[in-house]
C-alpha cells in the first residue's frame, strides 16, 4: 500500500536539474509532497488532486499522472536549500488514510 | 501560521512505563494523526482521528492507544512502553476537503527512548 519513490538519493551540483518520481499499484485520489530536512519536521509542499494536473510555485513543480498512478516531483537550478529528503504521500480515497512513500535524498552541493 | 505542538521534544522512559504523548493544533483542524519514524521504515501510520472523540487504527497499533477529547488535542498512549517503542514520533493535522486531507501540518516531533 505504501508508494513506491525512485531514486532513494540523489546528489546534485548547485543549478542542475532532479525529477524525483512516486507510483502506487493502486488506484490515487490525491498525491502530496513533503519535505523534510535533518533534525526537522516534514514541511508540506504542494497537493495534487487531479489527473494530469501539474503544480508548483517558483522552480519545485510537480505532475500527477492518474491513469499511470504515478506522480514526479521536478526540481529546477537546485539550490542548497532543497537539500533534504523529499516524502511522497497518496490517499486513495479510503476516508481519511493515507500512506507516505519511503523518501527520497536529495544532496545539493555548491 | 497552523501550529501543531507537541509537549516533549525528547523523553527517556523506563520499560514498562505507561508514556503520554500530547500534541495540540490551533487551526480547528478536523484531522489528527500519529506516525512514528524511523530509519529505513518510513513515516508508519500509528492512528488517526477525524473527529472529537472517533480514532481509526493505522498501520501499526499493536501497543498504542489514543485519545482525543477535544477537537484540538490527539494524545498517543504507549500503555506499557517497550525498547522497540524508541522512535521519533510525529503529530499532524490536516484540514479535510470532501473527503480528502489537504497538506499535513507535523509537529516537530518528540524523540522518545526507552530504556
Known amino acids: 500500500q505504501q508508494p513506491v519513490q525512485s531514486p532513494q538519493a540523489v546528489i546534485l551540483r548547485e543549478g542542475e536539474d532532479a525529477v524525483i518520481n512516486c507510483s502506487s499499484s493502486?488506484?490515487?485520489?490525491?498525491v502530496h509532497w513533503y519535505r523534510q530536512k535533518h533534525g526537522e519536521a516534514p514541511v508540506f509542499l504542494m497537493i495534487?488532486?487531479?489527473?494530469?494536473e501539474q503544480k508548483g510555485h517558483e522552480k519545485i513543480s510537480a505532475s500527477f499522472n492518474e491513469k499511470k498512478q504515478q506522480s514526479s516531483l521536478y526540481l529546477t537550478a537546485s539550490q542548497l536549500s532543497y537539500s533534504g529528503t523529499y516524502f511522497c504521500g497518496t490517499e486513495r480515497g479510503n476516508f481519511n488514510k493515507f500512506y507516505f512513500g519511503s523518501g527520497t535524498k536529495l544532496n545539493v552541493k555548491p | 501560521d497552523v501550529k501543531v505542538t507537541q509537549s516533549s521534544r525528547y523523553l527517556v522512559k523506563r520499560t514498562g512505563e505507561k508514556v503520554f504523548l500530547e500534541c495540540v493544533q490551533d487551526m480547528d483542524h478536523e484531522n489528527m494523526f500519529w506516525y512514528r519514524q524511523d530509519p529505513g521504515l518510513g513515516l508508519r501510520l500509528i492512528y488517526f482521528s477525524y473527529d472529537v472523540k472517533m480514532k481509526e487504527k493505522g498501520d501499526i497499533p499493536e501497543g498504542y492507544s489514543v485519545s482525543r477529547e477535544k477537537k484540538e488535542r490527539f494524545s498517543l498512549i504507549l500503555e506499557s512502553a517497550s525498547t522497540n517503542q524508541t522512535s521519533m514520533y510525529l503529530c499532524?493535522?490536516?484540514?479535510?476537503?470532501?473527503?480528502?486531507?489537504?497538506?499535513?501540518?507535523f509537529g516537530s516531533g518528540t524523540r522518545l527512548t526507552v530504556v
Open positions: 499532524a493535522s490536516s484540514a479535510r476537503i470532501g473527503t480528502t486531507n489537504y497538506g499535513y501540518t
Open positions: 495534487l488532486l487531479k489527473g494530469g
Open positions: 493502486k488506484a490515487l485520489y490525491s
